[in-house]
């Protein structure tokens, strides 16, 4: 199998955390259009409070891209603000919400990047 990502998920609260992750994905030499990237964004999904939707969307999507890339190379990239957390809260929450979900628990080998700056990034 190629090493290549044939596609990548890309789950965030907003638009500005999509253009910055997408710029960094260009800089890494990355395609960052679709069908290639697949832009999940809570601001655009839905009304109010994105934290909670994108913790409500990780396992889902976690999970999908767990099967997907048995058979294609898939990433999901999330990216969620700490806030009033800490880094290693908010993925200890993000880990509780997949276990929740009765998803088998996030492990090293997972095809995902969990990006949670420690405050907004536009700051």
Request: net charge positive; charged share 30%.
């Amino acid at each position: 199998m190629s090493n290549r990502v044939s596609q990548t998920i890309l789950l965030c609260e907003d638009a500005l955390q999509e253009r910055l992750t997408k710029a960094y994905m260009k800089l890494c030499g990355l395609r960052t259009e679709p069908p290639y990237v697949k832009a999940l964004v809570a601001s655009r999904l839905q009304e109010g409070g994105n934290i909670g939707w994108v913790l409500n969307e990780f396992p889902k999507q976690l999970h999908a891209s767990r099967r997907r890339h048995k058979k294609a190379k898939t990433l999901l990239i999330l990216v969620i603000d700490a806030d009033a957390f800490t880094v290693e809260q908010r993925r200890r929450q993000l880990s509780d919400r997949v276990a929740n979900a009765a998803y088998e628990p996030l492990r090293p080998d997972d095809p995902s990047v969990l990006l949670i700056p420690r405050r907004h990034i536009e700051t």
